[in-house]
């Protein structure tokens, strides 16, 4: 499959920065896929995110989306239409008293026709689950409601590709399981490729692909299950694995022979059943 993002051996320095936020990175993301980036503070995250709706422009390289070119100044709008972001910060990103108006914000931003917007913004608000909340304020809605009407609000665009970057970072635990629910749904049910930036390894593990970034680079790139058993590597960059794995890891270390692979609380229990009781 052709790959929507491509990302060729850009660097980008920030004005006044003596090191690079990015070095040298090369990245192709294929349609549909839903992808985690992990990595600790500072790694480049969030400069990378940024490259993908031309929020930034590299240095040097050049990233390609559907085929546009970000640094090309003409190729902006159509961009910004295939690659929608929500940041960290539920409150930042609301602009308007009432949820259906902050979801037809972007779309009306980006010159999409009022007869159009209607139908995006209830169909928008019924993919993440907030249809019902659509004349409610959105200060006075929790922050997992706040983020997914945000999601929303960036789906009103129609986007091919949703980037989130930490998008549970400031949310308690039932926000996360929602903000995430939502995004695998759009992924596997709508086909929009999800680029999912977090610190939560439960949340990673759920990705098709994760890549683990160090210093501006990519320094891991496989299927979840592959990365996690790199624990050492893993906790060298800072980072930890799943408590899944962790359990695991210390089974073996103990003596058990369970397989290192299995990620998901379930994998991971049907596992340990089978080791004691077989
Ligand atoms: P992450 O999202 O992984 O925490 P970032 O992409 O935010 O990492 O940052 C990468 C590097 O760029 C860090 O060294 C950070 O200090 C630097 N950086 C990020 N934003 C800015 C900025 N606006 N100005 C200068 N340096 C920045
Ligand atoms: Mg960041």
Do not use: W
């Amino acid at each position: 499959m052709n790959p929507f993002i491509r990302i060729e051996n850009i660097s980008y320095t920030y004005p006044d920065a003596g090191q690079p936020a990015l070095d040298g990175l090369s990245l192709e993301i294929i349609p549909g896929s839903f992808v985690a980036v992990l990595g600790a503070n500072g790694s480049g995250k969030s400069t990378l995110a940024k490259h993908l709706n031309a929020i930034l422009t590299p240095d040097a390289g050049r990233v390609l989306v559907d085929g546009m070119d970000t640094a090309d100044e003409q190729n902006l709008l159509p961009i910004r239409r295939r690659v929608g972001m929500v940041f960290q910060n539920p409150d930042n990103q609301i602009v308007a008293n009432v949820v259906e108006d902050d979801v037809a914000f972007a779309p009306e931003n980006l010159g999409v026709e009022p007869a159009q917007i209607r139908r995006r913004v209830d169909e928008a608000l019924r993919q993440v689950g907030m249809y019902e909340y659509r004349l409610h304020a959105p200060h006075l809605l929790s922050g997992g409601q706040k983020q997914r009407v945000a999601i929303a609000g960036v789906l009103a665009m129609e986007p091919q590709v949703l980037v989130l970057d930490e998008p549970t970072a400031m949310l308690d635990p039932r926000g996360r399981r929602e903000v995430i629910a939502a995004a695998e749904t759009l992924c596997r049910q709508r086909g929009i490729t999800v680029v999912l930036i977090t610190h939560h390894m439960e949340e990673a593990a759920r990705a098709d692909r994760l890549l683990v970034m160090d210093r501006g680079r990519i320094v891991m790139d496989g299927a979840p299950r592959d990365v996690f058993t790199r624990g050492q590597a893993l906790r060298a960059l800072g980072l930890d694995v799943p408590e899944t794995t962790a359990l695991i890891q210390r089974l073996n270390a103990a003596g058990m022979a369970l397989p290192a692979d299995a990620l998901s609380p379930e994998d991971c229990a049907a596992a340990i059943e089978e080791a004691l009781c077989h």
